[in-house]
C-alpha cells in the first residue's frame, strides 16, 4: 500500500519570495512521482514528474522538485512566486508495479499576496 | 490536441436519484480514468478503462460504474446518489502501453451536487 503526505494545508507567501512545498511518501515498491496544480474551479494541470534518471525534474511556470530516495520525499520549489501562482498543489504517485492509478495527498494551499 | 472535455459542467441531483457524468478523451489516449474529488479533499481514484474493459478500481461500492465506448469517450454513472456523493468528478486520459508515460490530461470536473 502506498500513502502520499503533504506536510503543510495552507502556504501564504508574499509575490517575489520563494516557496516550498513538501511531500513524503511511503511505499514498499518503487514509485513515479508528479506534482499537479489545481487554480480554483478548474481541473488538475500536470506541473512536472520523475519516473528515472535525474533528481532534480524542472517543470513548468519555473517551478521544479528534488526526489530524494532515502527521505521518500520529492518536495516542489519556486524560486520567485508571482500572484498567479495561488492555487492547490497536489503531490501524487503511482507504484511502478501498478496499472497506473494516481494516488495523490490531500493537497497545499497556496496563497500568494502582494 | 483536443484535450478532455467533460459534460456537464454542474449538476444537482436529489439523493436516491441516478446520474451519468460524460468525459470525452484526449485523441490517441487509449485510458481513461475517473477520480472523486470530495471539497477540500486530494481526488480519490474510482476506476480506469483501457481498450473498453475496467482494469483498475478503488474503494467505491458497485453503485458506481462505467463504460468506454470504441471512440475512448466514456461515461460514469452512480445509482441511488447519497449526500456524500456530491463532488467534483475529474476524467483523466492517458496513453497506456508502449510509450506511456503516464501524461495523464484532465479535464475540468463535473461539480455534482446531492441534496
Known amino acids: 500500500a502506498q500513502s502520499v503526505t503533504q506536510l503543510d494545508s495552507q502556504v501564504p507567501v508574499f509575490e517575489e519570495a520563494p516557496v516550498e512545498l513538501r511531500c513524503n511518501y511511503s511505499s514498499s515498491v518503487s514509485v513515479y512521482l508528479f506534482w499537479y496544480v489545481q487554480y480554483p474551479n478548474q481541473g488538475l494541470q500536470l506541473l512536472l514528474k520523475y519516473l528515472s534518471g535525474s533528481t532534480l525534474v524542472k517543470g513548468i511556470n519555473g517551478f521544479e522538485a528534488e526526489f530524494n530516495k532515502s527521505q521518500t520525499s520529492f518536495h516542489l520549489r519556486k524560486p520567485s512566486v508571482h500572484i498567479s501562482d495561488t492555487a492547490e498543489y497536489f503531490c501524487?504517485?503511482?507504484?511502478?508495479?501498478?496499472?497506473?492509478?494516481?494516488?495523490f495527498g490531500a493537497g497545499t494551499q497556496v496563497v500568494v499576496t502582494p | 490536441e483536443t484535450g478532455v472535455t467533460q459534460s456537464p459542467t454542474h449538476l444537482i441531483k436529489t439523493r436516491g436519484q441516478q446520474v451519468t457524468l460524460r468525459c470525452s478523451s484526449q485523441?490517441?489516449?487509449?485510458?481513461v480514468s475517473w477520480y472523486q474529488q470530495a471539497l477540500g479533499q486530494g481526488p480519490q481514484f474510482i476506476f480506469q478503462?483501457?481498450?473498453?474493459?475496467?482494469?483498475g478500481r478503488g474503494n467505491f461500492p458497485p453503485r458506481f460504474s462505467g463504460l468506454q465506448f470504441p471512440n475512448y469517450s466514456s461515461e460514469l454513472n452512480v445509482n441511488a446518489l447519497e449526500l456524500d456523493d456530491s463532488a467534483l468528478y475529474l476524467c483523466?486520459?492517458?496513453?497506456?502501453?508502449?510509450?506511456?508515460?503516464?501524461?495523464?490530461?484532465f479535464g475540468s470536473g463535473t461539480r455534482l451536487t446531492v441534496v
Open positions: 501524487a504517485v503511482i507504484p511502478t508495479d501498478s496499472w497506473g492509478k494516481l494516488q
Open positions: 478503462y483501457y481498450r473498453e474493459e475496467e482494469n
Open positions: 483523466a486520459s492517458s496513453l497506456a502501453g508502449t510509450g506511456s508515460n503516464y501524461g495523464y490530461t
Open positions: 485523441s490517441g489516449h487509449n485510458t
